[in-house]
């Protein structure tokens, strides 16, 4: 059948809401897709978890003959992370130098860690290590805090021999990105104790050394060359897999 003039018009006017409705739901769903939130990025993409920090500690054939482990001081945040936080900046409890995990009195805790201590029971001699990561350029602070609580903690009381420690630190090169040591000495002890902080990018590590008559200076440097370079060496593996 054909159309009149009149009936074409008609039909093509009635096409034409339809193609503009068509047009503004397209208009519409582009948008729509412009304004859409992004997805926010996982602040603790890329870091290290304990689980894989546990992997970079010294093992146990690491340390010399008389060394054991203490088991309950083995310790780490396995495959999940921790929320970071910071504490309020307070003088320090300087006497906690001497613990075992004596970076946290940078009042800094990152998002994930692992540390273990050993002991050789015939010396009473003392070596510990811990990897905490940090997010973001937090590992950085961290290092410049270490510097801070030495300069805040010149000496202390030592609670068992009631005798004054006296501390000294200083910046140390040739150890990860930046490195800074600590060595407290005490004329009642019968040797000094060394603390070593490396950072190797999000990664603080801490060793502290009361093994060797050169205050655990020798010991405490070692420790930390083999941690750090497990930390690159884990770090290296994480990324490819």
Known sequence: MRLSSRALT??????????????????????????????????NAGLLTGTQLKKALAPASYFPSGFAADPGLARDTGDTYQAPATKSATRPHCADLAA??????TG????????DSHINKNTSAELDQEIDV?????????MKDVAKVAAACPSYTDADTHSTVKVTGASTTGLGDEAYTITLTDSAWESGTTLIAARAGTAVVSVLSTDGGDNGAAS????????????KRVSDTAGQS
């Open 10 to 43: 008609v039909l093509a006017a009635a096409a034409l809401p339809l193609a503009l409705a068509s047009c503004s739901s397209a208009s519409s769903a582009d948008t729509s897709a412009a304004t859409a939130p992004a997805k926010p990025k996982d602040p």
């Open 100 to 105: 075992t995990s004596w970076i946290s009195l």
């Open 108 to 115: 800094v805790e990152g998002v994930s860690f692992a540390q």
């Open 134 to 142: 940090y997010r973001g350029t937090t590992a950085a602070d961290v």
């Open 220 to 231: 405490a440097k070692r420790l930390a060359q083999h941690v750090l370079a497990s930390v």
